[in-house]
Every structure is written in C-alpha cells, then in structure tokens.
C-alpha cells in the first residue's frame, strides 16, 4: 500500500482542475494516504518544488478556475533524458505514486514515466476535449459555456447590424467547441478540423440567406483549422470578384474561453476522476487514465489512448446535418 501519492497539473489550465485536486487529496486523506502537491507541472519536479497537501489548501478553492498547484508546459518531457530525470527527482523525494491532471502532451509525459517503472495515473483535462477514452475531459463543459454566452452576446450584434459574423474559438487538433457550440448557438456554419470546409457552400449558404431574409450569420471557426484572418482572406478569394454585400466581422475569443468559474459538470467530474485516480493507485493501478463512458467512471490504458486520434461522435455529426449547420466533407 502506497504510504504517500502526488498530484500536478500539466499543459494549459482547464477550470475543474481544482476540484481533481481537491477530490485527489480527499479520497487519499479518506484512505490513509498522503497527498503531495507539485507546483508548475513537471517543471515543479525538477524544481523540488513539493508541498503536503492538507485540508487549509483546499478550502475555498472548489469553484475557482485554473489550478492552485499552477501548471506549465514543459520541455524537459519531451526529451527522454528528461523523464529519466524526473523519475530519479520523483524517487529522490520519496513519493511513491502520481496522479497527473492535464491534455494529451501531459498524459504523454505519464505514460513515458509509467513506463518507466513509476505508478502514475492520468486524469484529461483539456477545453479541447480531444482525447480519445473519455467522452468528456475536464474544462471543456465550462468553456463550451463561456463560449455560447460570448456567441449568443455576439449574435445581438448580428442581427442588430445585418452581419455575419466569423468567430474563432479554441481547438489546436479539435472541433469539438466549434461544433457543439454551433449547434448550442444555432450557428449556420462550422468550420472544423476533423472535416474538409467546402468555402463555395459556406458562400452561396451565406449569399442566399442575406438575398432572401437579409438575415445575420454566424461562423464558428476552431482555431486548428486557421486563423480568422486567413479565413476571411479565403472568403474573398473564393468570391472572385463577386460582390458580397454583408459585411463580415470577424471575433477572436482567445484565452477568455479558458478560465471561469468551473461548471457543475466540471466539478463533479473532476470529484469523479479525482476519485478514480487515487482509488486506482491505490490498488496497484498505473499506465492508465479515467475516462467517461456512458455515465460511467473507468480506467483505459493510456497505451490505447496516446497518439490516437478523436473523431466527433457520428451521433454529434448526425445531429448536426440534421440542424443544417453547414461543417463540410468527410476527410477521405
Ligand atoms: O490547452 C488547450 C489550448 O487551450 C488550445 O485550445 C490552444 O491552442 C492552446 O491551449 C493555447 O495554449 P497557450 O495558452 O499555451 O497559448
């Protein structure tokens, strides 16, 4: 039985962060076990930057976004000598397992160390939602929430002015705010990785809405496809010549879209997988991460998880042909 485990969080800040961690610290003190936080990532490793975490640390922290134990990106990882180090740092300081909260680079960083021999256990959180094994990672409810709130904010000024608007949310590899917030919005175009954009459609969808109603439009363009500029540029391009009368505006939310007040989701999420994470290490569990599927809280072995890609849910993808959201080709 583990004596002691450890808790980071790693990559971009996801709000529920905080209440893994609280959960993580929870359960352990529940089970006997001491919770070590390490503060900035894996770079906290390297820094010895630890501390005990007690009940004090965690009061008052559940319904703050970001992570108290702060997180970073950090380099050292993605070199093999790095995570040689970081185990021999972990071992140094005498803890004994970790739970790692954060993304796919992250949960990339956990497998190497399980593979080297140390028990840790995964825990997504990302706002682009794009790890595979989990239906939902933690932060992205929060953010789909924000970004409908600025959305619906944004479609005032669009049907006010007669415009269209093209708004460029988060989403490096992933559609998934793009698309679930296009259709949260009733937005008439996404524009998505996952899929081939047809901008001839886009256009004459946009052309004939504005002839026949005079009406507004919404574009939802996820960051990973290219930027708003770029993609107003193509627009252009693509109208050869052709007057579009509707003036076009373009809205890049940006970091507002990752911080915030967690959502009911997100906390009990992260209670759920903070949970999971601590009772699975406890029982001799490593190499994996929770996951959500179906309703349920499950460990899946980052080896099937790691370097595979997310596809939008063909329910998701259904749903959105049906609501005429104009979001493109199958990508052969
Ligand atoms: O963590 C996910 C994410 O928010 C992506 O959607 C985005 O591309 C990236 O992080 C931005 O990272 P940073 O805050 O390091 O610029």
């Not at 004090?56 to 093999?80: A, E, N, V, W």
């Not at 004459?204 to 809405?209: D, E, K």
């Amino acid at each position: 039985m583990l004596q002691n485990i450890a808790v980071l969080t790693s990559g971009g800040d996801a709000p529920g962060m905080n209440p893994a961690i609280r959960s993580v610290v929870r359960t352990a003190m529940e089970r006997g076990c001491d919770v070590i936080g390490i503060s900035n990532g894996y770079d906290g490793i390297f820094e010895g930057a630890v501390e005990k975490l007690t009940g004090t640390i965690l009061s008052g922290m559940i319904d703050r976004g970001g992570t108290i134990l702060q997180s970073s990106r950090c380099k050292r990882f993605y070199d093999p000598v790095g995570i040689d180090e970081a185990k021999e740092r972990l071992i140094q300081l005498g803890i004994q397992g970790l739970v790692v909260i954060g993304g796919d680079g992250s949960l990339t960083g956990a497998r190497e160390l399980h593979r080297r021999g140390f028990p840790v256990i995964g825990i997504p959180a990302s706002i682009d939602n794009d790890m595979l094994g989990t239906e939902m990672a933690i932060g992205a409810d929060t953010a789909a929430n924000t970004i409908m709130q600025l959305i619906d904010r944004i479609r005032d000024t669009a049907r006010s002015h007669r415009r269209c608007f093209l708004i460029e949310v988060m989403g490096r590899n992933s559609g998934f705010l793009a698309l679930t917030t296009a259709i949260s919005c009733g937005a008439e175009v996404a524009v998505i990785p996952e899929f081939a954009h047809n901008m001839s459609r886009i256009i004459h969808l946009l052309r004939s809405r504005f002839e026949k109603t005079r009406d507004n439009s919404i574009i939802v363009l996820a960051e990973g496809v290219c930027d708003a500029e770029t993609f107003i540029s193509r627009m252009l391009v693509e109208e050869q010549g052709v007057s579009f009368d509707q003036e076009i505006r373009k809205t890049v939310l940006g970091h507002v879209q990752r911080g915030g007040i967690p959502t009911h989701f997100d906390r009990i999420l992260g209670a759920r997988f903070g949970e999971m994470a601590v009772l699975g290490l406890l029982q001799g569990e490593s190499g994996s991460m929770t996951g959500l599927e179906e309703s349920h809280v499950t460990l899946v072995d980052l080896e099937k998880v790691i370097g595979f890609k997310k596809h939008p849910s063909s329910e998701l993808i259904r749903l959105a042909r049906h609501l005429q959201i104009e979001f493109g080709d199958v990508v052969e």
